[in-house]
């Protein structure tokens, strides 16, 4: 299990183990704002497990970093899904997977920018080749766009129904569906 940390500004910043967590709280670095399961237990301490913890100061954290073009993060962004054929991971033949696509091929020129890389099966991947999509004749069921940072940050992370109270709370009803749909 893990363990959601947010900033003294109650704002959601990571998962951490909840072994970590629990050094936090002990150094006083940090707050249970929320306990779930079987308390922990030494030889002299017992505290509840940690769900959400609350650093005690507030850290500062950039807003205007970019995230690398990932594959999870990319495929997350992408709903898991083909962004030629529509098809998803759970419809892919044995020997099929999902892949990389460069709208401009690196080859002519293109980048692994967000805006130039989306989701392909391998079949559409290699149908699609060297080409532009125009032509391929294969457009994108949607065009490639740089996603949120809070979307990339979250959209791997398993959240409990306790830990996503409180990106609703921070980021809105809205963020924390998009979330749940990845």
Not at 73 to 98: N, V
Request: net charge positive; proline share 7%.
């Amino acid at each position: 299990m893990r363990c959601l940390a947010l900033n003294a500004s109650f704002e959601p910043l990571t998962m951490v183990p909840v072994r970590r967590a629990l050094r936090l709280v002990i150094d006083r670095k940090a707050e249970i704002v929320e306990s779930e399961g079987q308390p922990v237990r030494s030889e002299r301490l017992e505290l509840p497990r940690p769900a959400v913890i609350r650093l005690v100061k507030f850290v500062h954290v950039p807003r205007r970093f970019r995230r690398q073009v990932t594959n999870t993060f990319l495929f997350a962004r992408d709903d898991y899904r083909c962004q030629f054929c529509g098809r998803t991971q759970r419809d892919l033949r044995p020997r099929e997977c999902l892949t990389r696509d460069h709208l401009v091929p690196l080859s002519r020129g293109g980048t692994n920018g967000w805006t130039n890389v989306l989701t392909a099966c391998s079949g559409c991947n290699t149908r699609k080749g060297n080409l532009l999509p125009e032509e391929a004749g294969m457009q994108p069921l949607r065009p490639p766009f740089e996603p949120h940072f809070v979307h990339l940050a979250w959209a791997v992370r398993r959240l409990t129904l306790t830990q996503s109270k409180y990106i609703r709370l921070f980021y809105g009803a809205d963020v924390l569906a998009t979330l749940e749909a990845l």
